[in-house]
């Protein structure tokens, strides 16, 4: 009985001479200062996984079963954490635990219109919103932009920032990227394009980013628009109409609304909209630089996210009837 009751006891001990190695004992970090950046969306289960394959702490189970029981999985907060040295997993943890990063973040999505990302910056607490009570047109006057509209100005991305940093030096930061961006694009551009100025491809570049979030239907999708704006088609995408209805949509596009004209209804107008209808990414702004060879002059959504492309109005019937019972938009 006792050989047994010792034999828990150095089983124990074992135990938690282990546990303690795992948790408190300090590990030389890969490098110095060693960064962590966490997304927005990142979970407990992600971190500890990057974090075990990269050495930094030696049982990632350990870490999510700790940090649970802690409550600190539901306080970290997205940011860079930097860590100098040496550090163990119960450090790192209650670092991620006090919700203060070196570098706060904001994740702006593509596609997002310029009052959805406003909504974000105002939202965000690590930022001092200078901006917030601005209109839009004086914010633009602070950022020294006049008589222009802010739609598709700004680069979707995630933004890393120090804590207390002003909302106006994103807005900046954000308006000079989607410059550097767009410059890149206007320069590799394709000869020929039925758009003059860089921002008539920044105008493409939000109607394709509207249209699909599939990477390889993106040019395809640039590819109808300059088909149809050469041969003097209108381009008659639902996006943009459901832009020019503001707050009227609802969820739903009828009939009537695409009859119901306005500066972006682009079944009722030629051309181009006056203005671009969200933010374009890196991706959509290529496509539209470099659209897809292609004659295709129609496009329905076959319902799994990507779409089916035809050069004539027979073919795009044949493919709305094998499609249009799957939810989708039509191009």
Do not use: C
Request: proline residues 6%; hydrophobic residues 40%.
């Amino acid at each position: 009985m006792k050989t047994l009751s010792r034999l828990l006891l150095l089983a124990v001990l074992a135990a938690l001479a282990w546990l303690a190695w795992v948790v408190v004992i300090p590990v030389d970090l890969p490098q110095s200062p060693y960064k962590l950046t966490i997304g927005p969306n990142r979970s407990l289960g992600q971190i500890a996984r990057a974090l075990s394959e990269e050495g930094v702490i030696r049982n990632r189970n350990v870490m999510v079963v700790l940090a649970r029981l802690q409550g600190s999985d539901r306080k970290i907060k997205a940011g860079l954490y930097q860590f100098n040295g040496q550090a163990s997993m119960w450090d790192i943890l209650q670092r991620l635990a006090e919700g203060h990063p070196d570098e706060a973040s904001l994740t702006v999505i593509e596609g997002w219109s310029f009052h959805q990302f406003r909504q974000a910056i105002d939202r965000n607490p690590d930022l001092e919103h200078q901006a917030r009570d601005l209109s839009d047109a004086q914010l633009l006057q602070q950022l020294g932009l006049n008589d222009i509209k802010p739609e598709g100005l700004f680069f979707p991305s995630t933004y890393l920032f120090t804590p207390g940093s002003s909302d106006l030096e994103l807005y900046r930061r954000a308006y000079n990227t989607m410059q550097q961006k767009l410059e890149a694009a206007w320069a590799a551009r394709k000869p020929d394009l039925p758009y003059h100025t860089p921002y008539e491809l920044l105008i493409m570049a939000s109607l394709v980013e509207k249209e699909t979030s599939l990477d390889a239907d993106r040019p395809l999708v640039a590819a109808v628009f300059v088909n149809r704006l050469h041969t003097g088609m209108r381009l008659q995408t639902d996006p943009s109409v459901i832009y020019g209805m503001g707050s009227a949509y609802q969820g739903n596009i009828s009939k009537a609304d695409l009859r119901r004209d306005t500066p972006y209804n682009t079944y009722t107008r030629n051309g181009l909209t006056p203005t671009p209808i969200s933010l374009p990414g890196k991706a959509a702004l290529e496509a539209a630089a470099n659209p897809a060879n292609s004659k295709a002059l129609y496009f329905v959504a076959k319902g799994d996210g990507s779409s089916y492309f035809s050069e004539t109005l027979d073919q795009h019937n044949q493919a709305v009837r094998k499609y249009i019972l799957k939810k989708g938009s039509n191009g």
